[in-house]
């Protein structure tokens, strides 16, 4: 746009001629941000006319030869000439900008919903699962959950337990000693029942699930570290019967309602009279294509009422309470439910016999 150079009229009115050029600039300019198609148009049309070489600086130029009382009014004009424009390149600018950033997305998109390498996910170990599991079943019956430390000392392991140091039921246990030190890896869940009477008056009902030690030789059936759970109810004329009804309702919980169910006498230190507990399962044989199944008494776990001795130890009148304890081997429960014949399996991390059990 060509700027016309007038002179001022010198009687105080303002220059109308600049005024007029002004307005003309403003009309121009915003049509021309307003047929800008993009940012860099918008950018051309930024340098067009407000750049030190533009239309609006040529009118600046001209001020000096106008009066002093006809400035301001030019000056302001030019001013708010520049702002309409400026202000209009912004907003047209930032539509632009993000019209441009949204189709470059749409070009730059890339598809990834077609199938994919496929990832295993992990799942709950099965000793894990088993432990919930059990514990699920109990706390139906009225049985709450205890822990207490793996590592122990020999009183609550042995003596409170009524195995005295002398006793032949120390070498069944064959147990783990730390180095310089008289503390040791449990050999059963036993000392948290102890804990738990010394912590609390009776009565009391706890199941006692977690790791335990012995020094045995790994093989298919035997693991240094393994999994027990162990439980404990105390009360006021507590008899076997009650301890039967109990085991037996575990087990047809576990393994079925139909199953089976003997109790064998036995002997225990701690529980006295004391049986173990077998249940009747059908066991399926193959040999080569040969397929033969059978029925056969498989132990589950060890009971007994609580031996006196026991509460003395912890402070229980046994005039006043009795009680009965059972104890079974977590990995033993599930490979028996799984039909697992080894029990390395379980801790040997191999993700196809995991993945079965998930």
Known sequence: MAVRRTQSSGNGEPPGDLLTQLDSIRSEALAAVEAAGSVSACDEVRIRYLAKKGPIQ????????????????????????????TEALAARRATLAKSERAARLEAEFIDITLPGTPRPLGSIHPITRTIQEVSHIFRGLGFSVAEGPEVEDDWHNFEALNIPADHPARDMHDTLYLAGSPLLLRTHTSPVQIRAMMSQPPPLAIIC??????????????????HQI???????DVAFSHLMGVIEEFIHAFFG??????????????TEPSAEVDMLRRVVKREGDRVSESEAWT??????MVDPEVFKAV??????????????????????????TDIRLFFENDIRFLSQLG
């Open 209 to 226: 699930p977690g790791k335990t030690y012995r020094r045995d030789q790994i093989d298919a059936t035997h693991s240094a570290m393994f």
């Open 230 to 236: 162990e439980g404990l109810l105390v009360g006021k």
């Open 257 to 270: 309602p139909d199953i089976p169910v003997r109790f064998r006498p036995s002997f225990f230190p701690f």
């Open 299 to 304: 132990e589950i776990m060890g009971c007994g």
């Open 58 to 85: 040529d009118v600046m130029k001209l001020m000096g030869k106008l009066g002093s009382d006809e400035r301001p009014a030019v000056g302001e004009r030019a001013n708010a000439v520049r702002d309409a424009i």
């Open 315 to 340: 402070g229980y009148d046994p005039e006043v309470w009795t009680g009965f304890a059972f104890g079974m081997g977590v990995e033993r429960l599930a490979m028996i439910r799984s039909g697992i």
